[in-house]
């Protein structure tokens, strides 16, 4: 009997006239930018598509987010100087299924594309997807300048993965047009993203 991948993978092989070599990793430069802050504002806020409030470490979060989200009636989070009514480390899926904002923290910020790494800091992670707008608190010194040095950062820590084997990039509120090419918002996780970044 006949391999159907097999026979496909030969014929495309019988008809290849040109090979080239697979190019050298090695010398491919990550961009790099003068300010990767002042780059990860302008892509937070463009390319990402989310809100974007400067603060300083200490100043009150709850009341950022309180004016940030003025009419919201249910918010979770762990995170401390938040007054959420619901908290993702003692609560169910079910229950996280109906808030309003959750306001979690990222570990990464990432200039060239506005991601933030965010490991999973919670039980139920359902938060970081299901809420109907995120709030992502984060560091101005944990921005950095591409992809690859995020990455590099995530295997030289284990911090991230102690408690939770979990993480994922989030870049802006999630979006779709595959549908008729209507843009919607939503889709997959929040409708809207506010990046609360943090200035020492």
Not at 161 to 176: L, M, N, R, V
Request: proline share 4%; with cysteine; net charge negative.
């Amino acid at each position: 009997m006949s391999n159907t991948r097999e026979n496909i993978l030969s014929a495309l092989r019988k008809n290849v006239r040109e090979t080239y070599d697979m190019p050298n990793l090695g010398q491919l430069k990550p961009i790099t930018y003068g300010d990767p802050v002042a780059e990860f504002k302008t892509k937070t806020t463009t390319t990402a598509g989310a809100r974007l409030i400067e603060a300083r470490v200490g100043d009150d979060l709850n009341a950022l987010v309180r004016q940030a989200y003025p009419d919201a009636q249910l918010i979770a989070s762990n995170l401390q100087g938040v007054n959420a009514q619901l908290n993702p480390d003692n609560c169910s899926v079910e229950e996280l299924e109906r808030v309003d904002v959750g306001v979690i923290e990222g570990k990464i910020g990432v200039a060239e594309n506005a991601c933030i790494w965010v490991p999973q800091q919670m039980k139920e992670k359902t938060v970081c997807f299901a809420s109907q707008q995120l709030v992502i608190v984060l560091r101005q010194r944990d921005v950095v300048n591409n992809m690859h040095e995020a990455y590099d950062r995530i295997a030289a820590s284990s911090e991230y993965f102690q408690q939770y084997k979990f993480g994922t990039f989030i870049s802006g509120p999630s979006k779709t047009a595959d549908i008729e090419s209507a843009l919607v918002y939503g889709a997959q996780a929040a409708r809207g993203v506010t990046v609360v970044l943090l200035s020492d």
